[in-house]
């Protein structure tokens, strides 16, 4: 089992300078989620995100690594604020068929709240999944299920939101 592990990750090593490098412009919008702050429980208003992904693409999959920011988007329910994140993360895009594939991705979120709750506010992990369509040769359109976690004022932050996202290869 180990030398397999071994020759993957060897044929992968091999392949990765062989492969083109795609720059990736992400524009997003986060539709609506919750906000879990706590034993509080916020509506999220609709938010939005610009990112740069570099990628790997190899035959049947992309990999790479991204940054996007989610720009300030309100929150109601008992407490008002807003909430923003700057997020590194990996991605991967496996082709399903045709132009059709599945995406994820996980990394970590550096948070940034207003108004929610007194004290700091500090990141914690992230993850993305859903799928997307590839059209006009350059163009892709993005489906994802979002995960932030984090820290807010000592209490544990979940906010989960579905987006939509355009990317633009070039």
């Keep these: 089992m180990l030398r397999r592990l071994f020759l993957v990750a060897a044929v992968l090593a091999a392949a ?4 083109a490098l795609d720059f990736n412009l992400t524009a997003g919008l986060d539709l609506g989620g919750s ?11 609709t938010g939005y995100t610009l990112g740069l992904e570099v990628v790997a693409d190899l035959p049947f999959v992309d990999v790479g690594v991204g940054a996007e920011y989610g720009f300030s988007r309100g929150a109601s329910g008992g407490l008002s604020g807003d909430l923003s994140f700057a997020h590194l993360y990996a991605v991967g895009r496996l082709t399903v068929f045709g132009p059709v594939y599945l995406a994820a991705r996980l990394g970590y979120a550096d948070v940034s709240a207003s108004d929610l709750a007194d004290g700091g506010a500090d990141g914690g992990a ?30 544990n932050l979940d906010y989960r939101t579905w987006s939509v996202r355009l990317v633009y290869t070039f």
Excluded: K
């Design 35 to 45: 906000f879990d702050l706590g034993s509080i429980s916020l509506d999220a208003d």
């Design 16 to 19: 990765l300078p062989a492969a």
């Design 126 to 155: 992230t993850w993305s999944v859903g799928g997307g369509f590839s059209f006009l040769g350059t163009l892709r359109a993005e489906a994802l299920l979002n995960n932030v976690s984090g820290d807010i004022g000592g209490l």
